[in-house]
């Protein structure tokens, strides 16, 4: 028995076809609102678990006030909490869209946070305080201006920055690979 070789040409055509389908529906998946929200809230969350059991045992190492291993038991207990702030905090710069106002709102949710967690967990001492609410400060402003700037959602319009919907491939991070066209 002999088959022809169109019906072999067509089911590869139907199998690249079911494939082109599958992926275009993945990246309408990725390139979605709602995944750019879950991303940061994700990203702000491991940022605020890193807050506790990196950046605060560091700066209180680095600035000579206790040592890092006694600042990271002391906060161990709050960094669910520590989390769970930042990935609101998270959402609501992705929300705003903007580097500036991303820096404020991260940055005063991880004043908040290092303030409140030092002194729950490591002292009310004033330089721990200090420490504490200035690393979570400039922790929180950088991180918020990341955030603010890569996961906001694109411009509609190229002329207006500020415009509310359009492609992730009109936001500025991709210029470079426009002009490789």
């Given amino acids: 028995m002999r088959a022809s070789a169109d019906t072999i040409g067509n089911r590869e055509n139907m199998i690249l076809a079911i494939i082109r389908r599958f992926n275009a529906g993945i990246v309408k998946f990725v390139m ?13 969350s491991f940022a605020g678990l890193s807050l506790t059991t990196t950046i605060i045992p560091s700066a209180m190492e680095f600035s000579g006030t206790m040592d890092s291993f006694s600042a990271r038991w002391g906060l161990g207990g709050y960094a669910v909490y520590s989390m ?18 991303g820096a404020i709102v991260l ?32 922790y929180g402003a950088v991180g918020g201006m990341i955030i603010g700037d890569a ?25 470079y690979f426009k002009n490789q066209r």
């Fill in 84 to 101: 769970m702030a930042w990935a609101v905090g998270g959402w609501a710069v992705q929300r705003t869209g903007d580097k500036k106002l």
């Fill in 32 to 44: 979605s609102i709602k995944f750019r929200s879950v991303g940061a809230m994700l990203l702000s």
């Fill in 107 to 138: 940055g005063f949710v991880g004043l908040v946070t290092g303030l409140l967690f030092t002194g729950v967990g490591l002292g009310t001492e004033l330089n721990l305080f200090l420490t504490g609410g200035g690393a979570g400060l400039l």
């Fill in 151 to 175: 996961l906001r959602d694109p411009p509609a319009d190229p002329n207006d920055p500020y415009a509310s919907v359009g492609r992730i491939g009109d936001l500025g991070i991709f210029s």
